[in-house]
């Protein structure tokens, strides 16, 4: 199915630019990518399905602009995104969230609970995490020679750059070709390295703010027990604790790109959630065949 490139003004006057595609009296079902990544990469394992699909740019990847300061973490993102379907006219939406996108779709149903009702979150990252020196994102951003990092190095590195992190997130699994096929220059950029770099700095103190999620909200996790990306287990014990009843399920050998290494698993816990969304809500049980 092909996905129409569109932007969208925010209220604060950001640019976002996203992906949709199928109908648009079907469920919503917006797609949140993960770290240095952006909206085609997430959307390419579910672009067959039925639903209205939209796939985000997160600020400051992709086409969509940046944040200021302290809004790039998890909870500043959270409010980005509820001004994003606001603006759109989208409530009750089943979010799909990949790695730290998942941070960000978990503030906003604590918040906004009528925005994002189902939750399918893929290899999620939302427990705080130990401190790390994150050496390279500090001198890729650092005043003087972060501006040089980004002007000669990164453009001349990139396709190297984003091999080395697709082998690494896909692992123990091979990449897939078409995700393989997508532009390196698209995962590592200068916007992209400054965004990671903001995002890694205020994750842990936004996430230490999240004491707990409706009890009501239909929470769905896959983890790979090959994941060396994030350690599943601290996840799965924080959002156990912070919601009660998620329902988590680890695949063995599979990496931390679920989503790609076994995409019929997704779509299935996908269709899943949509199902249960009709039947909450009588006006999505019969939408309209698709032409």
């Known amino acids: 199915m092909h996905a129409k490139s569109r932007f969208f003004r ?4 950001t640019s976002v630019h996203y992906l949709e ?6 469920t919503p079902v917006i797609l949140l990518h993960g770290c240095g990544s952006f909206a085609e990469e997430v959307l390419l394992p ?6 209205r699909l939209i796939a985000l740019d997160r600020p400051g990847y992709g086409y969509s602009d940046s944040l200021d300061g302290l809004e790039h973490g998890p909870l ?3 409010f980005w995104l509820e001004d994003v379907l606001e603006g759109l006219k989208i ?3 089943v979010v799909v969230a990949h790695s730290i996108g998942s941070a960000i779709a978990v503030h906003l149903a604590a918040r906004r609970p009528d925005l994002a009702r189902r939750l399918l979150l893929l290899s999620p990252c939302c427990s705080p995490i130990y401190d790390k020196p994150m050496l390279d994102l500090r001198i890729a951003t650092a005043p003087i020679v972060g501006t040089f990092i980004s002007r000669h190095v990164l453009s001349r590195c990139a396709a190297l750059l984003a091999r080395k992190g697709l082998t690494a997130s896909a692992f123990p699994n091979e990449v897939p070709t078409e995700l393989a096929a997508l532009a390196p220059e698209r995962f590592v950029n200068s916007s992209a390295i400054v965004t ?3 995002e890694a700095r205020l994750f842990n103190r936004d996430m230490a703010t999240l004491s707990r999620l409706p009890s009501d909200l239909e929470l769905r996790v896959i983890f790979g027990s090959g994941d060396r990306i994030i ?3 601290r996840h799965i014990e924080w959002l156990r604790r912070v919601h009660g009843n998620p329902t988590v399920r680890v695949l063995e050998g599979v990496g931390h790109l679920p ?5 019929g698993i997704a779509l299935e816990a996908l269709q899943e959630l949509v199902s249960c969304q009709a039947i909450a809500d009588p006006a999505l049980q019969h939408p309209r065949a698709v032409a």
């Open 91 to 93: 409530t009750g939406a």
């Open 231 to 233: 350690k599943p287990a």
């Open 259 to 263: 989503h790609h290494s076994v995409p």
């Open 46 to 51: 579910f672009r067959d399905t039925s639903h």
């Open 10 to 13: 925010t209220s604060k006057g």
């Open 196 to 198: 990671m770099a903001n």
């Open 76 to 78: 500043g993102q959270s």
């Open 21 to 26: 595609s199928g109908p648009s009296e079907a």
